[in-house]
């Protein structure tokens, strides 16, 4: 799995960081997205997959 982030899409709502924190975490200054892991560990995947079904603005993409 390969996650990619839409940065100039993302608008800040922090749902990707409550359902996969160890994948995704928010900046200080504006509260946009911030990959932490590009290839997420297979226990890990299903909530990165939730986490991009979550997301509003639709700025993560999961590869499989």
Do not use: S
Request: glycine share 4%; charged share 25%; net charge negative.
């Amino acid at each position: 799995m390969k996650v990619r982030i839409d940065v100039d899409a993302c608008v800040g709502a922090g749902q990707c960081v409550l359902a996969a924190p160890d994948v995704f975490d928010q900046r200080d200054d504006d509260g946009m997205v911030v990959l932490l892991v590009e290839d997420p560990p297979a226990h890990l995947e299903a909530a990165t997959e939730h986490a991009a079904l979550l997301c509003p603005a639709m700025a993560i993409v999961v590869d499989r």
